[in-house]
C-alpha cells in the first residue's frame, strides 16, 4: 500500500518592511519558505490507483477557492509498516441556523466531555485567527496550552485511508443524506483517526475554505457531529483543533497521528 500525499501553497507578497522583533523575524522568515496553505489531501492507495489519485489531487490543487498555487508538492511513498485497522465514526448532523449558535454547541458538547473554559478560549483563539495553520494544533484539556512543537505549522495528520469495501458502503450510506462529498469523507476519515487515540479527548474543525461552511465536532464519544454554518460564507479562517491529556506523552501522540499507518473501515 501506498500513501500519496498533496500539499498546495502560494508565497506571501511582500509587505512594507516594518521593525520586527528578532522573534518574529525568525518566524517570517519560517511563513516565507512555507507560504498560504491553498489545500492538502491525502490518502493510502494501491499501487495501482496511484496514477489516477495523483491526477485528481494536481487538478484539486489547481482549481481552489482559496486561490491559485505558485508550488504543488505531491508525495508518494510506500507505507514501510502494515496499516492499523480502525473503525470509522458514526455520522450525525446538528441543525445550526448560525455561527453564533454553532460556538454554543461546540462549548456544551466539549464542556460536557469535560474540557476547561481555558482550553476552549485557547481552542476558539487557534479557528479564528487571521493566519490559518497548515495542520492541526494540539490544546492540552485542562491547563489549555498549546503543546505542538511548531506552533505556526502544527500538526499534520497523515497516512490514513479508508477499505475499499468499507469505501462503497460509505458512500452508499452518505448519499442517502445528500452529503456524499470529498470533504465529508475526508474529513471524517481523518477525525476517526484523530480520535481513536487515547490522549485525544475531542477535535473541532472549522474548514479554512471561504465557501465551506460546515464544520464539525468529534470525539470517541459523541461520533462524527456536523455543524452547518459554523462560520459566514467568505471567511478564509479556519482551522483544526485537539484537545489532548498528557496521558501517552506528547511525542508518542504525535508520531501516532502523523506516521502510524491506519486505514479504516
Ligand atoms: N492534519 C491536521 N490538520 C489539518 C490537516 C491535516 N491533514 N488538513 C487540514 N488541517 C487543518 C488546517 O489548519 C486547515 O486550515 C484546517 O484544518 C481546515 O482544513 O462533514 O475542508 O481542508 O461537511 O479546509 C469538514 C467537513 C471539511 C465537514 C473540513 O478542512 C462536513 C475542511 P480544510
Ligand atoms: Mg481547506
Not at 41 to 58: H, L, N, R, V
Not at 114 to 137: C, D, H, N
Not at 147 to 166: N, Q, W
Not at 200 to 218: L, M, N, Q
Request: proline share 5%.
Amino acid at each position: 500500500m501506498w500513501n500519496i500525499r498533496m500539499r498546495a501553497s502560494k508565497k506571501y507578497r511582500r509587505q512594507k518592511p516594518r521593525v520586527r522583533s528578532q522573534e518574529s523575524d525568525v518566524r517570517s522568515r519560517k511563513t516565507a519558505t512555507t507560504g498560504l496553505h491553498i489545500s492538502g489531501a491525502e490518502g493510502i492507495y494501491e499501487a495501482s490507483d496511484i496514477t489516477k489519485i495523483t491526477e485528481s489531487y494536481i487538478k484539486r490543487a489547481l482549481i481552489h477557492s482559496r486561490g491559485t498555487p505558485d508550488k504543488i508538492v505531491i508525495t508518494i511513498e510506500e507505507l514501510e509498516q502494515r496499516p492499523r485497522h480502525i473503525p470509522l465514526l458514526p455520522v450525525h448532523t446538528v441543525q445550526c441556523p448560525t455561527p453564533d449558535q454553532a460556538r454554543g454547541i461546540i462549548m456544551r458538547s466539549l464542556t460536557d466531555l469535560g474540557i476547561s473554559q481555558k482550553a476552549l478560549i485557547a481552542g476558539f483563539r487557534v479557528l479564528s485567527a487571521e493566519r490559518t495553520m497548515r495542520g492541526a494544533a494540539l490544546v492540552h484539556a485542562t491547563s489549555g496550552s498549546r503543546l505542538e512543537p511548531d506552533r505556526a505549522r502544527g500538526i499534520r495528520v497523515s497516512r490514513f485511508g479508508i477499505e475499499k469495501s468499507a469505501l462503497r458502503r460509505l458512500s452508499r450510506r452518505l448519499s442517502r443524506d445528500g452529503i456524499n462529498t470529498t470533504a465529508v469523507r475526508e474529513a471524517l476519515l481523518l477525525a476517526s483517526k484523530v480520535a481513536s487515540h487515547p490522549a485525544v479527548i475531542a477535535e473541532v474543525c472549522i474548514s479554512d475554505d471561504p465557501d465551506y461552511t460546515t464544520g464539525y465536532v468529534a470525539s470517541r464519544s459523541i461520533g462524527y457531529t456536523r455543524i452547518p454554518n459554523i462560520k459566514k460564507r467568505g471567511d478564509m479562517r479556519g482551522g483544526r483543533v485537539f484537545f489532548v491529556t498528557r496521558k501517552t506523552g506528547i511525542n508518542a501522540l504525535v508520531a501516532y497521528l502523523e506516521r502510524a499507518p491506519v486505514l479504516l473501515y
